[in-house]
């Protein structure tokens, strides 16, 4: 058996290298920004979905936090419409929602303000008595970055936090992105780890959530076939695509902040980039999974001048258009985003990894908002052939499709003969679609997490030095996009895939982006 670091570390009762399926302890759920779009479109129906799934404990309840204001009734209210949008399971159970729903309170303050978390205490005390939650809390920060710092110093003074090992346990999840570059997230999470102890700590990545995205690790470390071609010897690139058709929605506040490096890359396309770039680790548990991520965020060339960033990364805005046959506002039309922002809601890049394994293959990454549709997937190209038998210009590169989504699903594409008395090579599809093989919906990524949250189960999120390493990366490119120096985003019309220097970003390598 070979040595582990962790054999000599004392064993952690509330992080479990194994996935614990039991049902949770009673607990009270506080979501900060309640009022706001995670919320509305992934929290809540996220959260009815586990209580359709009997996997909530029967003791639990949800304070929803925000400035708006609201009575329960009206909260309530408005959060059955939301599920009844965004649910993944339709129509709603009114009987399971009359119970749900008896859970639900809602408190109107700002964050600023003392008197909230006053007030928030009072709530959970009624809570505790009305739900038996029994003093148990998970706190969800789904609200801007600029909010952590006051919410957790905040929870602390009002005595909102347990120590790790009281009975009644304090968890926090914290959304990302966390920080806003590499010092904010360093200060950020020195600040988390003063008011909290790292396992009371859950950052999130929805990516890691998705069942594409844990398959991931499944299809590399569970066949035989693909690892031994895995590599520089016989890939010729990767291309990852993270494309939504929705622009910004009410988001604008927000999006400002982050813009699409923080909002995509620096978290969920990242991910990607590790899941598909690293070695097999020792074991799979959390630690040995993310020892292995951070080993491909360091190997990645960071690009620290503006030169090389002007030659590895195009950065996009898009402007009015069509998408899915509507008209859509620009970027700066939308609410709360100002004239004139230089905010990117589109990037391409080339990453190098400098590792024996992918030395000389560039990975490709691009994501925007208001694209021409929802794709977001994973494709290695392979090296095309020293030679053809066949005639020139008919044999195309073997590719490999990871379909994060929609489709969820994987394709291969290799040449075939056409029937017929003549050798004519014609490109075909092996293809596997989660949908039809498994024949049972996936839960959404957010379910996912919550309940492993409500467990206690660290396994899918991130780590505090994996989210510092990804930061470095991210940081340096923001540095120089922000400033003034550096040339504003590219326009590209809502509806298209980003600016025509994206295209030529790898026509420059010879290569094209896949169409999708
Ligand atoms: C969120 C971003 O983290 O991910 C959003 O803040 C983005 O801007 C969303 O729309 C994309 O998630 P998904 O699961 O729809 O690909």
């Known amino acids: 058996m070979p040595y582990r670091p962790e054999d000599d570390e004392i064993p952690n009762p509330l992080r479990?290298?194994?996935?614990?399926?039991?049902?949770?302890?009673?607990?009270?759920?506080?979501?900060?920004?309640?009022?706001?779009?995670?919320?509305?479109r992934k929290l809540m129906p996220a959260l009815y979905n586990l209580a359709v799934g009997a996997h909530l404990p029967a003791a639990f309840g949800i304070v929803g936090v925000s400035k708006s204001e609201y009575s329960d009734q009206e909260f309530r209210a408005d959060?059955?419409?939301?599920?009844?949008?965004?649910?993944?399971?339709?129509?709603?159970?009114?009987?399971?929602?009359?119970?749900?729903?008896?859970?639900?309170?809602?408190?109107?303050?700002?964050?600023?303000?003392?008197?909230?978390?006053?007030?928030?205490?009072?709530?959970?005390?009624?809570l505790d008595k009305a739900r038996t939650t029994r003093g148990n809390r998970l706190y969800y920060f789904a609200t801007p970055p600029s909010t952590f710092p006051t919410l957790l110093k905040q929870l602390k003074d009002a005595g909102l936090i347990n120590p790790p090992l009281d009975p009644c346990f304090t968890r926090v999840v914290i959304e990302k992105?966390?920080?806003?570059?590499?010092?904010?997230?360093?200060?950020?999470?020195?600040?988390?780890?003063e008011t909290c102890d790292e396992r009371q700590v859950f950052r999130i990545d929805h990516?890691?959530?998705?069942?594409?995205?844990?398959?991931?690790?499944?299809?590399?470390?569970?066949?035989?076939?693909?690892?031994?071609?895995?590599?520089?010897?016989?890939?010729?690139?990767?291309?990852?695509?993270?494309?939504?058709?929705?622009?910004?929605?009410?988001?604008?506040?927000?999006?400002?902040?982050?813009?699409?490096?923080?909002d995509m890359i620096q978290n969920h396309v990242l991910q990607l980039v590790c899941l598909t770039a690293m070695e097999p680790p020792v074991a799979f548990d959390a630690d040995a999974v993310r020892d292995e991520k951070i080993k491909v965020l360091r190997a990645i060339?960071?690009?620290?001048?503006?030169?090389?960033?002007?030659?590895?990364?195009?950065?996009?805005?898009?402007?009015?258009?069509?998408?899915?046959?509507?008209?859509?506002?620009?970027?700066?039309?939308?609410?709360?985003?100002?004239?004139?922002s230089r905010t990117p809601t589109f990037v391409a890049l080339r990453l190098n990894i400098h590792s024996w394994r992918w030395d000389g293959v560039p990975f490709y990454i691009r994501s925007g908002k208001r694209m021409p549709k929802r794709a977001t997937e994973i494709a290695v190209h392979f090296r095309p052939l020293p030679h053809s038998l066949f005639g020139s210009?008919?044999?195309?590169?073997?590719?490999?499709?990871?379909?994060?989504?929609?489709?969820?699903?994987?394709?291969?594409?290799?040449?075939a003969k056409v029937p017929g008395e003549r050798y004519r090579p014609r490109t075909v599809s092996m293809d596997f679609r989660y949908g039809s093989a498994f024949g049972s919906a996936s839960p959404e990524a957010y379910e996912r997490l919550l309940l492993?949250?409500?467990?206690?189960?660290?396994?899918?999120?991130?780590?505090?030095?994996?989210v510092a390493a990804a930061w470095?990366?991210?940081?340096?490119?923001?540095?120089?996009?922000?400033?003034?120096?550096?040339?504003?985003?590219?326009?590209?019309?809502?509806?298209?895939?980003?600016?025509?220097?994206?295209?030529?970003?790898?026509?420059?390598?010879?290569?094209?982006?896949?169409?999708?």
């Open 393 to 415: 210009g008919r044999s195309q590169p073997n590719v490999l499709v990871i379909r994060v989504q929609p489709q969820e699903g994987i394709a291969l594409r290799f040449s």
């Open 301 to 340: 060339e960071t690009l620290d001048t503006p030169e090389q960033v002007a030659r590895n990364v195009v950065i996009g805005q898009y402007t009015a258009g069509s998408v899915a046959g509507m008209d859509v506002p620009g970027y700066q039309q939308e609410k709360d985003v100002s004239p004139g």
């Open 79 to 126: 959060m059955r419409e939301a599920v009844g949008k965004f649910s993944r399971t339709k129509p709603i159970d009114d009987e399971l929602w009359q119970d749900f729903a008896a859970g639900i309170r809602y408190l109107a303050g700002s964050f600023d303000d003392p008197q909230t978390f006053k007030k928030l205490k009072a709530k959970l005390e009624e």
């Open 207 to 262: 990516y890691l959530g998705k069942e594409t995205v844990q398959n991931l690790l499944v299809f590399r470390f569970g066949n035989s076939i693909f690892e031994p071609i895995w590599n520089q010897k016989y890939v010729d690139h990767v291309q990852i695509t993270a494309g939504e058709e929705l622009g910004i929605e009410a988001r604008g506040k927000y999006y400002e902040e982050a813009g699409i490096l923080r």
């Open 452 to 466: 492993d949250a409500l467990r206690g189960d660290q396994t899918l999120f991130t780590r505090k030095d994996e």
């Open 177 to 193: 992105p966390f920080g806003h570059d590499l010092s904010t997230a360093r200060a950020l999470n020195r600040l988390v780890l």
């Open 472 to 516: 470095k990366l991210v940081g340096n490119i923001l540095k120089v996009t922000e400033s003034n120096e550096f040339a504003p985003p590219y326009q590209y019309e809502a509806g298209t895939w980003g600016p025509q220097a994206a295209d030529q970003l790898l026509a420059q390598d010879g290569r094209s982006w896949r169409r999708l």
């Open 16 to 40: 479990s290298g194994l996935r614990a399926e039991s049902t949770p302890e009673p607990c009270a759920v506080v979501v900060f920004g309640a009022s706001g779009d995670l919320a509305h």
